[in-house]
């Protein structure tokens, strides 16, 4: 049970190319979303999928793009990349969305370090 | 929009001090919260959580929560803390069946031995 795997762990971009980060979790979770952590910001997340097909915006969704074809993953894409986007990154995954009892309490990923010069 | 506000960005306490760090979230619906832990190196963890029902919501490693409904708060504590508390501490607020979760901006804890 190998929980939430992120790739790559470490990433160096340069403005303007494009890539993909992979997040796969194999809990058979509902719910799957990814945040960025940047100091003194806290985590801010990105975009959330509460099922197969289905993706909704988070607070900062400007400049990454989602798909979740799967239940088990959910990449993140960035068209092009901006030194703003230089940030640690973590997928995190829970069996469900709703305020049902213990549903909803996440397991993070190990977190993709993102360089973009 | 929503959000949530840690008060405390960077608290430094000597071992056996008592901790409070602060947590007030902006949503007038129903909520579903959290505090996590992410110790130096390691992944993010929960350190307990608030559904319904007794306020007082008491986690691991001695942990405890209060979540008061008026003030939007849910502050964190903890009577005496250990050199092995130190670590970065987020709370975070689930709004609604939304399955948006918002986290704050983190405090960082050292605790000196």
């Known amino acids: 049970n190998a929980g939430v795997t992120q790739t790559p762990k470490f990433q160096v971009l340069k403005t303007g190319q494009s890539m993909t980060l992979q997040c796969a979790q194999d809990?058979?979770?509902?719910?799957m979303s990814w945040y960025r952590q940047d100091p003194g910001m806290g985590l801010r997340l990105i975009h959330y999928?509460?099922?197969?097909?289905?993706?909704d915006q988070g607070e900062v969704p400007n400049g990454y793009n989602v798909s979740r074809s799967t239940t088990e993953d959910f990449p993140l894409r960035l068209l092009s990349a901006a030194p703003s986007q230089t940030s640690v990154y973590f997928c995190a995954s829970s069996r469900g969305s709703g305020t049902r009892f213990g549903a909803n309490v996440l397991t993070f990923g190990a977190g993709s370090r993102l360089t973009v010069l | 929009a929503q959000s949530v506000s840690q008060h405390n960005h960077h608290v430094i306490l000597s071992e056996a001090a008592s901790l409070e760090l602060g947590c007030n979230y902006s949503y007038g619906g129903t909520v579903n919260l959290f505090w996590y832990v992410q110790y130096p190196g390691q992944h993010l963890q929960l350190l307990l959580k608030?559904?319904?029902?007794?306020?007082l919501v008491k986690g691991i490693k001695g942990f405890e929560a209060e979540f008061i409904k008026s003030k939007f708060s849910f502050n964190l504590r903890k009577p005496s803390v250990q050199w092995s508390d130190t670590a970065e501490y987020f709370c975070?607020?689930?709004?609604?069946?939304?399955?948006?979760?918002?986290f704050g901006q983190g405090t960082t804890l050292q605790v000196k031995p």
């Open positions: 999928s509460v099922g197969a097909g289905i993706t």
């Open positions: 608030y559904f319904s029902g007794d306020p």
């Open positions: 809990m058979n979770h509902e719910y």
């Open positions: 975070a607020v689930l709004i609604g069946n939304t399955g948006k979760l918002i």
